[in-house]
């Protein structure tokens, strides 16, 4: 496994992330397997959020069960919408966090994260509000997701103006193939974005890459609706070739070349099999 540091934590982060956000993880199952595989394999980071349903109960129960809480990175995140409207405020922030403590069972996040912006929201307020809270040690390190980089370089921006840390990261959507349409509202994908990729690699700012295996296009060719257009069933055709004459999966041809030249894209793979985790982390080891 490869890891890479970010400012604030004791662990490095593993660039391969666990997404916790699975059916089994979401409901009340829980995949013990799948992250037993995964921490087997050196990845010590896993994604969950607040409106992932008995998603943070179920990693924080296996955390502790395995007693293993000092050695891996929590990412949890807040602030997401609901049918009231936006909720990108301090004071949301603050109730979702203490609400994510609670259901983790833990005393502080490694890493939290805003899942959702709303552009007439000040960025000022919200920088503050998470400095006061990695202050008081609720958490350690933090960032955005679903931001667009120009509203994180008008957050960070206000950050240095103001003496205080910025984003460290951003959790995006990025994949070897394009999305054709939102799925959810308020989403941000750069799959085909070369502005914002840009943006991104002359900032070495890292990214934590959400539906990086196009939410199992790129694993098993079906899937969602937002990745089924002839453009991605070529890719997925040419990504098929390659694995077959490489002796690897295709997702591992997808995670390979995804990885190509990005020296801070952490993937995010959420899976409830075993063998889906190992075969992803086997790809850092290559």
């Excluded at 916790?20 to 992250?35: C, K, P, T, V, Y």
């Excluded at 990845?43 to 395995?66: C, H, M, P, Q």
């Amino acid at each position: 496994m490869k890891y890479l540091s970010l400012p604030g934590l004791a662990n490095p982060v593993s660039r391969l992330i666990y997404g916790a956000s699975s059916a089994a993880m979401n409901g009340g199952r829980g995949a013990d397997g799948a992250l037993d595989a995964a921490f087997e394999s050196g990845v010590n980071t896993f994604d969950t959020a607040r409106v992932y349903g008995g998603s943070e109960e179920n990693l924080g129960r296996w955390i502790k069960s395995r007693h293993i809480r000092g050695e891996v990175n929590i990412i949890t995140k807040g602030c997401h919408h609901d049918s009231g409207g936006s909720r990108v405020n301090p004071e949301a922030l603050a109730a979702d966090l203490e609400t994510s403590l609670k259901a983790l069972g833990v005393d502080r996040i490694d890493i939290y994260l805003l899942h959702r912006d709303d552009a007439a929201e000040p960025v000022g307020p919200l920088i503050d509000a998470l400095n006061q809270l990695r202050m008081e040690g609720k958490i350690l390190c933090f960032g955005a997701s679903n931001w667009t980089h120009g509203r994180i370089a008008e957050a960070n921006a206000y950050a240095r103006l103001t003496g205080q840390d910025g984003f460290s990261l951003s959790s995006v959507g990025l994949s070897v193939v394009r999305r054709v349409f939102d799925p959810w509202g308020g989403s941000i994908d750069i799959s085909d974005n070369k502005s914002a990729q840009e943006w991104y690699a002359e900032n070495n700012m890292p990214i934590f890459a959400y539906s990086s295996l196009a939410r199992g296009f790129l694993v098993n060719g079906s899937g969602p609706a937002e990745y089924l257009c002839p453009e991605n069933a070529e890719r997925l055709r040419e990504l098929k070739l390659e694995a077959r004459s490489s002796g690897l999966t295709t997702a591992q041809a997808a995670l390979r070349r995804l990885l190509e030249g990005r020296n801070t894209v952490c993937p995010i793979v959420g899976s409830a099999s075993p063998e889906h985790i190992r075969s992803a982390a086997a790809v850092f080891d290559m």
